[in-house]
């Protein structure tokens, strides 16, 4: 089945403790991203990659590290996790960058930090 | 960076009642994506607009792309319990960015 996966779904940590969010997508798809979600914000993008080894920032990358090591891979890391950065944060991946093409989206990570 | 409003914020509504969500930009869009992301569920993917004054339907959802390509909108006519989510518009930003509005909310009263 034609997925994007993050583990783990829901995580309550502590400030300053440094964590990773894993995404995996097995469609071959060379387009992945990080959002958060926010409520009355909308979806906000943190970072994207175009393929391998390739990253950029998005609209809200402060506090916030990629890889893209691998093309099926794309972790979220929070060096030191601080409370304004709890959120629902999505993966999602598309075919490519070019913009004819949809994205799938994880099923979310709920990240509480206290 | 790109700025697309997307209004209402919230809207609810009696079974059967229509509904629209619009999306406006200040700048000329290349293209638009709706997404739909039900309750507790991650967004998917409905539709993409390209050209001006483009009009796709799927079954009792309309959605339109402006003539000067600078808004958009998603109707539901007749909405069921089925249709209650958060409706998003996306746009891509110059340099591969996907921005997304602020989604508009919708319940629905059986």
């Known amino acids: 089945e034609a997925q994007v996966t993050q583990n783990p779904r829901y995580l309550i940590t502590v400030t300053g403790k440094k964590l990773t969010v894993t995404c995996s997508q097995n469609m071959n798809h060379e387009y992945m991203s990080w959002y958060r979600q926010d409520p009355g914000l909308g979806l906000r993008q943190i970072y994207y990659s175009m393929n391998v080894e390739v990253t950029d920032k998005g609209d809200v990358p402060e506090g916030y590290k990629v890889s893209r090591k691998e093309k099926r891979n794309f972790p979220l890391i929070l060096e030191s996790p601080s409370p304004n950065q709890t959120s629902l944060y999505f993966c999602?991946?598309?075919?490519?960058?070019?913009?004819?093409?949809?994205?799938?989206f994880g099923p979310g990570t709920r990240l509480t930090v206290t | 960076g790109q700025q697309v409003m997307q209004i209402p914020q919230y809207q609810h509504v009696q079974e059967g009642e229509d509904f629209t969500t619009y999306c406006n930009s200040s700048t000329t869009l290349s293209n638009i994506q709706w997404y739909k992301q039900r309750p507790g569920g991650h967004p998917v993917f409905l539709i993409q607009?390209?050209?001006?004054?483009e009009v796709k339907k799927q079954k009792r959802l309309t959605f339109q792309f402006g003539e000067a390509k600078k808004n958009s909108s998603l109707h539901i006519t007749a909405t069921q319990t089925t249709d209650v989510g958060t409706y998003f518009c996306?746009?891509?930003?110059?340099?591969?960015?996907?921005?997304f509005g602020a989604g508009t909310i919708l319940r629905v009263k059986s």
């Open positions: 607009l390209v050209k001006s004054g």
């Open positions: 999602a991946s598309s075919l490519n960058g070019d913009y004819t093409y949809e994205q799938y």
């Open positions: 996306a746009v891509m930003e110059y340099g591969n960015k996907l921005v």
